[in-house]
């Protein structure tokens, strides 16, 4: 078993919040950045909680990355707005984005707001659960840099492209659906590399459409198009995996498109000669408010219903039981709550460099 270490929660918040704040992030922002991360990690999502710290802080450094987002709203009306996030810090605009649209639903039932010029921004549910907690649905879609292959292609044109739904119910936790449109990203790379694991037989193709494994290489060749992911459902048609890649487009029209941001190939984050630059990726956050439909009680009512009856299913045999999306997220967060954190050994000992690198105290 890999060793790992425990971290309190806050504890690691308040590290993540002083490692932004070192770094020139305003400490509102710097705030909001070490949220999404932890809420990545309390949820189980490790590929995407502090493990990704270093890409903001290396991002930083190399002025890809603007410690200070300052927002352009280029257009806006009563329920739309496109914002311009300027190379800023991809959390922030999408806390800033979901904000106005969940306002905008409240005054006017809906609100649908599109993030041009942005950066990496967490966990997509993170947004969606925004508007979930204020009695909203919540919708958020984000491009990415190219790693995934079209259906019949080997070469990576599109993101990972997630997408989010969430909403309120009766029950102790939110409805939170929050996947790639992708059979796996990057971040699930890093951490396999990171512990020395191979990358499972169809996760991954090369450049002759075979399967590839090699986690390391995997991470080394992508941005270079050696290797690409492939979208949901896999290689071919045979599984669905057209509709993982038709997914995948819709997500890049709503963030691109509709943003009047840049697309597939213009969003890598290295020039030609392999020099860092900024992502520019795009965003697309939506709330709706319930209670111009029906009761916010009796949606959630509805809603329960329909997960407690999809739990109550038949299970196939010898599954344990069956689970409705969001549920392992709270039961994972109530146990990391309670005990910490869990960091890998090699990620423990790198945040902890960069803890005396920026000279703030290591982590317990």
Not at 297 to 306: D, R, Y
Not at 317 to 338: C, D, V
Request: aromatic content about 6%; overall charge neutral.
């Amino acid at each position: 078993m890999t060793e790992q270490k425990r971290v309190p929660v806050e504890s690691l918040r308040k590290f993540v919040e002083e490692v932004f704040q070192r770094l020139g992030v305003p400490a509102e922002d710097a705030r909001i950045c070490a949220d999404v991360l932890l809420a990545a990690d309390v949820r189980g999502i490790s590929s995407h909680g502090v493990s990704r710290l270093l890409l903001y802080v290396n991002r930083i450094r190399n002025g890809t990355l603007s410690p200070v987002t300052n927002i352009l709203v280029v257009r806006e009306g009563p329920t739309t707005a496109v914002l311009d996030a300027q190379n800023g810090l991809g959390m922030v605009a999408g806390y800033r984005a979901m904000d106005l649209a969940i306002r905008k639903a409240r005054a006017f039932g809906l609100g649908a707001v599109v993030v041009r010029n942005s950066s990496h921004y967490g966990i997509a549910g993170y947004y969606a659960l925004m508007a979930a907690k204020e009695g909203m649905i919540g919708m958020s879609f984000t491009n990415a840099r190219p790693s995934v292959a079209p259906t019949f292609g080997v070469e990576p044109m599109l993101g990972t492209n997630p997408i989010a739904f969430a909403c309120p119910t009766d029950e102790p936790f939110p409805f939170c659906f929050d996947a790639a449109t992708s059979v796996t990203q990057r971040g699930k790379i890093e951490v396999l590399a990171r512990l020395g694991k191979p990358t499972p037989v169809g996760w991954v193709i090369d450049r002759e459409g075979k399967p590839a494994t090699d986690s390391q290489e995997i991470l080394k060749g992508i941005p270079k198009d050696l290797y690409a992911f492939l979208p949901l459902g896999g290689a071919g048609e045979e599984l669905g995996g057209h509709k993982g890649y038709g997914l995948a487009t819709m997500v890049e029209i709503l963030c691109s498109a509709l943003s009047g941001g840049p697309f597939l190939k213009d969003l890598t984050d290295q020039d030609e000669q392999g020099q860092p630059k900024p992502s520019r990726l795009g965003h697309f956050f939506l709330a709706l408010d319930i209670q111009r439909f029906l009761p916010l009680e009796e949606f959630k009512s509805l809603a329960g219903q329909i997960l407690r009856a999809l739990r109550s299913a038949a299970k196939a045999p010898g599954a344990e039981r069956i689970y409705t999306a969001g549920e392992k997220s709270h039961l994972r967060e109530q146990e990391i709550r309670a005990k910490g954190v869990p960091l890998d050994l090699l990620l423990w000992q790198t945040l902890n460099r960069l803890a005396e690198d920026l000279d703030l105290p290591p982590l317990a």
